[in-house]
């Protein structure tokens, strides 16, 4: 009983250390996230943070698996029972705003990551993207995606991710505050979503890879000057 009541309480005491290193990032960023300042947060001692972290790193690499796993579970929960690939994407596209807009530390926590925490960072979205391919293609099994090839769907799962990120950074975020995606917008998103998933035309001539012209576009990047036309 005694051991089960310490266990708690450490396990009690860790929380408290990972949602005050959250609330800090989101308010100071990584750089000004000291173990001294998520200790005063907690209300614990400074020494507490060391029973259930290394270092400052070893703190900053538990954030996003633990916290962005929690976002990933309430999702999966919101889409569960949806019954097509469309209404998936919209439950999904509400439910993660919703979550980020209650959860606003989360949103900086992501983005600083890429650099205080890469690692962390890029399970994270390698977690997330192998979650939406895994369930475009049940989708895509069950007849859905119409004009589609299984080798389509990683690259539509990250579309999809990239178009949801500056949707959030465009329309939803304004300092440390985090806004529910404003309905219009959500309806122009799932207008473009559903007309690009289920087509089944081939691409026009003006819209298909050109080799050339990629090809050219980039002999013409390699020969400008970082500094022309700056003043």
């Known amino acids: 009983m005694a051991g089960r009541r310490r266990n708690e309480r450490a396990e009690q005491v860790r929380e408290a250390i990972i949602q005050a290193a959250a609330r800090t990032i989101g308010e100071k960023g990584y750089d000004k996230t000291s173990i001294a300042r998520v200790a005063e ?3 614990i001692a400074h020494g507490s943070v060391y029973l259930h972290f290394e270092n400052r790193q070893a703190l900053f690499d538990s954030l ?3 916290l962005g796993r929690r976002m990933l579970d309430f999702i999966r929960r919101r889409t ?3 019954r097509t690939v469309l209404e998936r994407e919209r439950v999904g596209l509400e439910a993660n705003f919703a979550y980020l807009s209650t959860h606003p530390h989360l949103h900086r926590l992501t983005n600083e990551a ?3 925490a890469p690692e962390a960072h890029r399970e994270f ?5 192998e979650g939406y391919v895994r369930a475009l293609r049940r989708a895509h099994a069950a007849g859905e995606l119409p004009g589609y090839t299984d080798a389509d769907l990683e690259p539509m799962a990250y579309m999809l991710m990239g178009a949801r990120e500056f949707l959030l950074s465009r329309y939803c975020v304004t300092g440390t505050e985090v806004r529910p ?3 219009e917008v959500e309806r122009i998103y799932m207008t473009v979503v559903a007309r690009a998933l289920s ?3 081939p691409l026009p001539d003006e819209a298909a890879p050109s080799p050339e012209h990629a ?3 980039l002999r013409e990047a390699a020969e400008t000057d970082f500094g022309r036309g700056v003043v």
């Open 41 to 43: 947060e907690a209300g």
């Open 181 to 183: 995606l404003p309905q």
């Open 80 to 82: 569960r029972h949806t």
């Open 114 to 116: 890429e650099f205080f």
């Open 64 to 66: 996003l698996p633990t």
């Open 125 to 129: 979205y390698d977690h997330l993207a």
């Open 215 to 217: 090809a050219d576009a």
């Open 199 to 201: 087509a089944t035309t």
